[in-house]
T-cell receptor, first 109, second 113 residues
Framework: QQPVQSPQAVILREGEDAVINCSSSKALYSVHWYRQKHGEAPVFLMILLKGGEQKGHDKISASFNEKKQQSSLYLTASQLSYSGTYFCGTEVGFQKLVFGTGTRLLVSP | NAGVTQTPKFQVLKTGQSMTLQCAQDMNHNSMYWYRQDPGMGLRLIYYSASEGTTDKGEVPNGYNVSRLNKREFSLRLESATPSQTSVYFC????????????FGPGTRLTVT
């Protein structure tokens, strides 16, 4: 039931764009995105709900394709502060949030 | 507002020892969670509490017990620690159980030798 994230890791130069994908084998109720910097706690970025409602970050966007059971996180004009590990979490039906194994993003100057 | 606090920050135990990890939140949230994070495994849910007075098992509950002491506090107990419980433990809280952002504490790094 754990969602699959891709890529596992990505390296960018400052100002470049990146897309992180999250897919599930089951129909999704919602998708959550969190970012964790090294040695710190995960921090909420956004939630995408079935039906199209989106709650969260104003500088990072995401999409949720319910039919394909997939979500993508779009990081545009990346900044050094975007570095960290990004986790998607999926809610299947009314089950609790299950997190993917993460995508490590490094933004270099 | 301290958010979610956890104690201790670090702990080393010998196999067979017991300990309790403490978690408290000051956001008046109804739901609280305990996760463990191992390299390459992401965050895995150990136990959760939908509201004061209720607790339920998550994905990996074996070897752990929890207590929702009141609305603010949710503790995790290891009765007889094993090296496989070496991990970073995060407590989190949210307003409601579903479709709601979770706020995480700073974590407890536990090593069992």
């Amino acid at each position: 039931q754990q969602p699959v994230q891709s890529p596992q890791a990505v390296i960018l130069r400052e100002g470049e764009d990146a897309v992180i994908n999250c897919s599930s084998s089951k129909a999704l109720y919602s998708v959550h995105w969190y970012r964790q910097k090294h040695g710190e706690a995960p921090v909420f970025l956004m939630i995408l709900l079935k039906g199209g409602e989106q709650k969260g970050h104003d500088k990072i966007s995401a999409s949720f394709n319910e039919k394909k059971q997939q979500s993508s996180l779009y990081l545009t004009a990346s900044q050094l502060s975007y570095s960290g590990t990004y986790f998607c979490g999926t809610e299947v039906g009314f089950q609790k949030l299950v997190f993917g194994t993460g995508t490590r993003l490094l933004v270099s100057p | 507002n301290a958010g979610v606090t956890q104690t201790p920050k670090f702990q080393v135990l010998k196999t067979g020892q017991s300990m309790t990890l403490q978690c408290a939140q000051d956001m008046n949230h109804n739901s609280m969670y305990w996760y463990r994070q191992d390299p390459g495994m992401g965050l895995r849910l150990i136990y959760y509490s939908a509201s004061e007075g209720t607790t339920d098992k998550g994905e990996v509950p074996n070897g752990y017990n929890v207590s929702r002491l009141n609305k603010r506090e949710f503790s995790l107990r290891l009765e007889s620690a094993t090296p496989s419980q070496t991990s970073v433990y995060f407590c989190a809280s949210s307003e409601s159980l579903e479709q709601d952002e979770q706020y995480f504490g700073p974590g407890t790094r536990l090593t069992v030798t």
